[in-house]
């Protein structure tokens, strides 16, 4: 009699996967992705274009968002850590999206009646709509930074169960379609403004996030209700086993029933002291406890094995090597145009796809550890073209020219800017394309060797990232995973902000040469570090073998005897 279960059919593999809790995390990151992804490019061309066109709205939203997360990132993970996951999934849902709608129209009334506040109050009014924006909208990232840990660190390890190849390949997934959003997202929302207007911008993304929210909110539930194990988490349950535990014990040795042993515990003199004194101190404690929180955090991040795989990723990020706003001025400086640079962004992302790929496929044949060990190596081996570029043919590497010289004089040739404004003009020159048009290089080999290097470089980068974020995933604790990523978060924007920094102290393009020297330098620093973890894990593997297989025959040969 044949006892298999049936075969399923394809129709029926086919609805299996779409109605999935796989699926369905995908798709709630696809909306949760492509509305940030929307809200961040336009967010910093509303502040631009509120401001005249200038940067200083815009660089005061970047250093209010970094400096939130890296103060507050271990005090969220905490959130995340003790608080169930449905209810954080759901609460930083809900801040996110709200606060992006009532930034929306809010930018909204500024643009539809910036003349009229401008007027009121001496411009005060106008001032604190400008105010209200960036904390709105910086209580709105602070959000997406709870949603992203609860989700992609926590949710979908659950999710994937014990199974380690099921957990790399919902990783590299949710990475592509961070990838992939990065690319379209800003495309819809710029063609969205150009051909209408920044007030209906601003509509359409509000009008976005409230229909997005209500989508997440019903995807996230689905999720919750086919995976069971979603509604327990570890630190939690220990608590309940520790309180039926002692519960039971008291109760006996009182022999009252649970409801009559808790009233004499209010009566009692002794006991009741405890609570007077802990009123007394209650001020100081409780203010005194975020910082506890964050101390703690970031202590616990410190003993974590694998402390120097996560130094390893944030140390990355400590690089002018990447598609951002310096990059592109720099290549605006060296007559690039648009076109070339949007090309060259694509197959930025064509290769970031690549990296995606190539992790789960390297790590079926290697081991995830032995992965980032290829990874690492990819990527520093094509970085060396960055640093062959800064001495090839056509590079303005110039260290006889002062950093704080300004950009624009040696191409307009104007006049030096104050002092008190100089660091504006540093960042405006290297986010905005020169005024006038820029002659021609003797030679594009240099910023080709540059934009190859960092182009390629971007397999090797994708594919370190996921080994780390999977290491983190499978080595910590479930009770600590929000606290060491909410800390990993504060790492990666410490680093990110001192990058900008070493930008405002050397902005003209004859010191990016020493930019690009100092960027290889960090992350081949980075890299040693997981070598160094790698060696170490690797190795302790090893002896771990070796003393079990030791174990073993030692075994076997005591019960030879008894056997024959």
């Not at 003349?115 to 960036?134: D, F, K, P, R, S």
């Not at 040795?253 to 007394?280: R, Y």
């Not at 003993?303 to 130094?311: L, R, T, V």
């Not at 290491?471 to 990993?488: A, C, F, M, P, T």
Request: hydrophobic share 45%; glycine share 8%.
């Amino acid at each position: 009699r044949n006892t298999s279960a049936p075969k399923k059919t394809c129709s029926e593999s086919v609805r299996d996967f779409f109605t999935s809790a796989k699926f369905l995390i995908y798709m709630g990151h696809a909306l949760s992705t492509w509305g940030d992804r929307m809200w961040n490019f336009a967010v910093a061309v509303f502040l631009v274009e509120l401001y005249g066109n200038s940067l200083l709205l815009t660089a005061v939203y970047g250093l209010v968002v970094a400096g939130s997360v890296l103060l507050l990132g271990a005090i969220i993970g905490d959130w995340v850590d003790k608080n169930p996951r449905l209810k954080v999934a759901q609460t930083s849902l809900l801040v996110q999206n709200s606060c992006v709608i009532v930034c929306g129209i809010l930018l909204m009334v500024v643009f539809n009646f910036k003349e009229q506040l401008a007027e009121l109050y001496n411009g005060w009014v106008l001032t604190t709509c400008y105010i209200l924006v960036i904390t709105i909208a910086n209580i709105a990232n602070l959000a997406s930074t709870a949603t992203s840990i609860t989700i992609q660190r926590d949710w979908v390890v659950v999710v994937a169960g014990q199974d380690s190849s099921k957990l790399a390949d919902m990783n590299a997934t949710v990475r592509i379609i961070d990838q992939l959003t990065n690319i379209l997202a800003p495309m819809l929302v710029g063609q969205i403004m150009s051909f209408g207007s920044h007030f209906i911008g601003c509509g359409f993304i509000s009008g976005w996030n409230l229909c997005s929210m209500c989508l997440e909110y019903a995807l996230l539930w689905k999720v919750y209700q086919k995976t069971p194990a979603l509604a327990s988490k570890a630190g939690q349950k220990e608590q309940q086993q520790e309180m039926k535990q002692l519960s039971p014990s008291k109760d006996s040795e009182s022999g009252q029933s649970p409801e009559d042993s808790f009233l004499p515990l209010m009566n009692d003199t002794s006991v009741a002291a405890k609570p007077d004194s802990a009123k007394q101190q209650g001020c100081c404690y409780q203010m005194s406890e975020p910082l506890r929180t964050l101390k703690a955090g970031w202590v616990a991040y410190y003993n974590q094995n694998i402390f120097f795989a996560g130094m390893s990723l944030a140390f990355l990020y400590m690089t002018v090597l990447g598609f951002d706003c310096i990059t592109t001025g720099y290549a605006y400086t060296q007559g690039l145009n648009g076109s070339v640079l949007s090309l060259l962004m694509g197959a930025s992302a064509v290769a970031g796809i690549c990296g995606t790929v190539a992790f789960t496929w390297v790590r079926k044949k290697c081991g995830l550890i032995r992965t980032g060990f290829i990874s690492g190596t990819a990527q520093l081996c094509c970085l060396v073209l960055c640093v062959v570029s800064v001495f090839a043919p056509g590079s303005p590497f110039d260290l006889s020219v002062s950093p704080f010289q300004d950009i624009y004089t040696h191409l307009i040739g104007e006049k030096m800017l104050p002092e008190a404004e100089h660091v504006l003009a540093g960042l405006n020159a290297t986010t905005a394309a020169p005024a006038e048009e820029v002659p021609p290089l003797q030679s594009y080999m240099s910023v080709s060797l540059l934009f190859a290097g960092v182009i390629a470089a971007r397999v090797g980068l994708w594919s370190f990232d996921l080994t780390v974020t999977q290491l983190i995933q499978e080595n910590v604790i479930e009770s600590e995973r929000g606290v060491i990523n909410g800390v990993q978060n504060s790492m990666n924007y410490l680093l990110d902000l001192l990058h900008f920094i070493m930008v405002i102290l050397a902005p003209n393009p004859e010191a990016f040469g020493l930019l690009v020297i100092i960027s290889v330098s960090f992350v081949a620093m980075g890299h040693m570090m997981y070598f160094g973890f790698a060696f170490k894990s690797l190795g302790s593997r090893l002896f771990l073998c070796c003393s079990q297989e030791q174990k073993v025959e030692t075994v076997d040969a005591l019960s030879l005897p008894t056997t024959v």
